[in-house]
């Protein structure tokens, strides 16, 4: 029993109220219609009519232990209490063991953690860690990626959000990273895939000049982009380049860090330490905006004797850091982590196939963990994708209506372009999780009868 109140009134209040006022991101103001919500649980959120969704979503891809865990909102509550704010200069208690804890998960020697209150902002300080230490000016980053939407991440950026927002990509240059299923380099094999994605990126590299290039940032799986996980050996491959021409190497973990791919960072599938990784989303579950950058030895040595000119008033704030805390410690009592793994392995993966066996509109099935993308298609030999690259409008209706009837059936769906990306919180249930897939079938036939 889910104490969420059925007020279809308050719903039209809150919603007229929203119209009125809000200024909503990445939206024309007068042509949405955004759903008022009532409350949240789990995996599950609550409308003011009483319409139950399961969060196929995880939101933006960041409650990775799902909707109002007890254990950190007590967490919040319990901070509050003791000291809710204080500056980033100061040492407290929660700050510290925040970092700790954050040290000790991510790989190698990032040892040393430089908080954020979100993604895009901890994009923006690596960036200029990287840019600081090496003397060089150039990031190289893919197509196909997103990093955030502040002015240097929203450059690095590698999709079309860019576009509105580019001015010029002073010091930014794009190269292709590896997707077999589109792959740019006329592969076959995910061998082949690698082995050419590696050689692009060198020979442009050769052509931009490796002394004018700070570093390289690439998500470690692309997530946002269609949840592209990368080849055996391309992760180690780009590390080799780095370490070759002196370039820093950043891993945006942002979406799929903090337990997502099934590991606490995905880097971990492939043993590969960057000499930066950022993070946000699931460190909290989103509870309290937060993000950060976990620094090598070698990097922070840079600014040993040297103050580093990056931070803002509410950088590490403690509602955050206690938040962090309780989220990691959550993880690790119920085996959130590994409950991602063996859902992604046992459930989500098969039963996904199984869809894309019995779906004509289904191109491609790829992922890991609870990190998954259904590529929706008009053809399956073509590969044409279900609507034009960035369609609106009348040309994007096909997937408007799967998505339609997702939520018809009671399921919260992230839908991208021609993709649905099938991202519950990593602590779904096994049932939970078959829900999800009966209700993507439905909406799947919906297509396939067009
Ligand atoms: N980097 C990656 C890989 C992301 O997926 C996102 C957000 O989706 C960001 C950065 C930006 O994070 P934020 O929206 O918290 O600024």
Request: hydrophobic share 45%; glycine share 10%.
């Amino acid at each position: 029993p889910v104490d969420v109140p059925v007020d279809p009134e308050r719903g039209a209040a809150v919603k007229a109220a929203d119209r009125a006022h809000v200024f909503h991101s990445w939206s024309a103001q007068a042509v949405i219609d955004p759903l008022a919500v009532a409350g949240a649980r789990g995996s599950y959120f609550w409308d003011y009519e009483g319409n139950r969704y399961l969060d196929f979503s995880s939101q933006l891809v960041n409650t990775n232990i799902g909707h109002q865990h007890p254990k950190v909102v007590a967490a919040i509550q319990e901070q509050a209490g003791k000291l809710a704010t204080f500056a980033p200069a100061f040492a407290i208690d929660v700050r510290s063991e925040a970092a700790r804890l954050i040290a000790e998960l991510t790989p190698g020697d990032l040892n040393k953690i430089f908080f954020t209150n979100g993604g895009a902002e901890a994009v923006e300080n690596a960036v200029r860690m990287a840019r600081l230490h090496t003397g060089r000016h150039k990031v190289l980053s893919t197509y196909r990626s997103y990093h955030g939407a502040t002015a240097a991440a929203i450059n690095l950026t590698g999709d079309p959000r860019r576009w509105a927002s580019d001015t010029g990509s002073a010091g930014v240059v794009h190269f292709w990273g590896p997707f077999l299923y589109r792959s740019q380099f006329h592969a076959s094999t995910e061998a082949e895939e690698c082995e050419r994605a590696l050689r692009h990126l060198e020979e442009l590299i050769a052509f931009e000049g490796p002394q004018t290039i700070a570093a390289i940032i690439l998500e470690t799986v692309p997530g946002t982009a269609g949840i592209m996980v990368p080849p055996p050996g391309y992760l180690a491959g780009v590390r080799e380049i780095c370490d070759r021409y002196g370039i820093v190497f950043i891993l945006d973990e942002v979406m799929a860090g903090f337990g997502r791919t099934g590991k606490w960072f995905a880097a971990d599938h492939w043993g590969v330490t960057p000499d930066l990784m950022t993070f946000a989303k699931g460190v909290n579950s989103g509870y309290v905006p937060l993000g950060g950058v976990a620094i090598s030895e070698r990097i922070a040595e840079t600014f040993a004797h040297r103050p580093y000119p990056g931070g803002l008033t509410y950088s590490g704030h403690p509602l955050a850091c206690a938040s962090a805390i309780a989220t990691i410690s959550a993880m690790r009592d119920e085996r959130i982590v590994e409950n991602a793994a063996e859902i992604g392995e046992r459930v989500l993966g098969p039963g996904l196939r199984e869809l894309a066996a019995r779906h004509e509109c289904v191109g491609e099935v790829r992922g890991m963990g609870v990190f998954w993308a259904l590529e929706l298609v008009r053809d399956r030999s073509t590969r044409e994708p279900l609507v034009p690259y960035n369609a609106s409008g009348a040309d994007a209706a096909p997937m408007a209506r799967f998505a339609a009837a997702c939520r018809q059936g009671g399921l919260w769906p992230f839908v991208n372009m021609n993709r649905t990306h099938v991202v519950p919180p990593c602590n779904v249930s096994e049932a939970e999780a078959k829900e999800g897939l009966a209700v993507l079938d439905a909406a799947l036939s919906v297509v396939d009868g067009g």
